[in-house]
């Protein structure tokens, strides 16, 4: 039988925090998310409700922070007599700020898990990332 070794402490390092995300690289995100949903992802992606009202839809696509994260993300319709709510909110795409005005760019797994695809990528590139690639569908 082997025998066990004993239990020994291990310093671990603290992590380091993350930086904060100024105002104005806020404003500049929030402003340039806001024309690619409007210009590009509205249009391909919110369609009018079907006609067979069992089925979830998507009505809206927006937006937000949250801490050092900006989300994308679709609005569903639930139409069905089994809805627990009217709508829902589903998150598709995740731009985490590290700093220096970079970006990593996440999609949201089938597992409910994000995937981090692309790794210190600047604003126009994660939005071109999300326009054009097809792990992002809203």
């Not at 690619?36 to 998507?58: A, C, G, M, W």
């Not at 007599?81 to 009217?86: H, V």
Request: net charge positive; charged share 30%.
């Amino acid at each position: 039988m082997a025998k066990k070794q004993p239990k020994r402490w291990v310093y671990s390092p603290p992590k380091p925090a993350k930086p904060s995300v100024p105002e104005a690289v806020k404003a500049q995100v929030e402003a340039k998310a806001r024309e690619l949903i409007d210009t590009v992802l509205k249009p391909q992606h919110v369609k009018p409700p079907p006609k067979d009202e069992r089925f979830n839809y998507s009505i809206d696509l927006g937006g937000k922070w949250y801490r050092s994260y900006f989300y994308f993300f679709s609005t569903y319709a639930c139409p069905g007599p089994n809805a627990l709510s009217p709508t829902f909110e589903s998150k598709f795409a995740r731009m985490e700020y590290v700093g220096n005005d970079k970006f990593n760019l996440s999609y949201m797994r089938h597992t409910d898990q994000w995937f981090e695809l692309f790794t210190d990528q600047s604003l126009d590139d994660c939005l071109k990332a999300i326009r054009e690639d097809p792990w992002f569908p809203p």
